[in-house]
């Protein structure tokens, strides 16, 4: 009996995603285990493996197909024995038949139709007590946006409601009924959709935008519009992090590690939020969530856009062990090779663009995390030290807080903290 091989949910929020690369084809023999495709989801490109063993009758959805929903059939295995072009027309044949049986079933059960003046009546929504097929993400983004979910007309598998349904639809009260709209609604639903930017006659390059750089927009959007973000910066003395480092490096040569100012101020970051806990938190509608260990995702740029791997409990962690985790999850996010459980999470986040000279920048808070921390380059500037003013190497750093989680003299104080411990970094090794 043919097998049909459907998109996979390669991730706990993947809804749909884009068949990017077959790696066999029709005729090839798999087996348990075999790479089949490579599947570029919302955050990274990912390769699916055959679950079951045969020959691939037919490659249903061809390479490059972008907004592949999960559960969709892309390809047919003919089992064992099984004659591949006769499995590779069963399955339409098998969808057929309920098709025909439902339309019977239906024209049975269908009422008189109405006298030909009678305008056709409008199916109601779905009262609220009736089952609603929709994801679970699709009823949390409904009851965040005040969307009445059995209002919406499902674009997912079997007419489930997914995401992209209930980010196109306008908070309130379910629609009206047809023949019912409003004079004041009528021009609205009447205009024209919005034009794509228009582009200049100039000579030009277009390029498709990857599911990451799409989920980038958007995650960054919504930040940056429902997140009320408070700026928190600091100057920092650097010296004392700088010769720390180089006598670890020193020690650490024999074992092939070595470690990068960043490391550091990982780890840094991570004993401030333990020490000041208020700030390692997480906001949800209705309860704030406080976490004992610090996850700490760490902004990296790779060719298809930005993606945070994250250093899981950094606050247990030595600094040669971040080092090396960092190293390897940095090399994998541009190989486009993480896996969800490595980049989805974390209690929060840093952005360091220090290596390209930046002096100060504000980062984006990623939610539901509550704050992320921005670094700046270090360079030598003029410092009082011990009340003389003398030359030191010096960083600004900036914390982006949620102001709805964290309170500005709590953001204030995890900015001391982080200011104390890089000054005086044998703190941070204790």
Known sequence: MPIEIKMPALSPTMEEGTLAKWLVKAGDTVKSGDLMAEIETDKATMEFEAVDEGVIAEIVVPEGTDNVKVGAVIAILAGEGEDASAAKAAPATKKEEPKAEASKEEAKQAPAPAPAPAPAPTPAPAASGDRVKASPLARRLAAEKGVEISALTGSGPNGRIVKADVEGAKPGAAPAQAGTVSTAEAPAQAAAPAKPATIPDIPHEATKLSNVRKTIARRLTESKQQVPHIYLTVDIQLDKLLKLRGDLNKSLESRGVKLSVNDLIIKALAASL?????????????????????????????????????????????????????????????????????????????????????????????????????????????????????????????????????????????????????????????
């Open 274 to 430: 333990i020490q000041v806990p208020k700030c390692n938190v997480m906001f949800t509608p209705d309860q704030l969530i406080s976490f004992s260990r610090a996850d700490i995702s760490v902004a990296v740029s790779t060719p298809s856009g930005l993606i945070t791997p994250i250093i899981a409990g950094a606050n247990t962690k030595g600094v040669a062990a971040i080092s090396t985790e960092m190293k390897d999850l940095a090399a994998r996010a541009r190989d486009n090779k993480l896996k969800p459980e490595e980049y989805q999470g974390g209690t929060a986040s840093l952005s360091n663009m220090g290596m390209f000279g930046i002096k100060q920048f504000e980062a984006v808070i990623n939610p539901p995390q509550g704050m992320i921390m921005a670094i700046g380059a270090g360079e030598k500037r003029p410092y009082v030290i011990d009340d003389a003013l003398g030359v030191a190497t010096v960083m600004s750093a900036t914390g982006s807080f949620d102001h709805r989680a964290i309170d500005g003299a709590d953001g204030a104080e995890l900015m001391q903290a982080f200011k104390a411990l890089i000054e005086n970094p044998l703190g941070m090794l204790a």
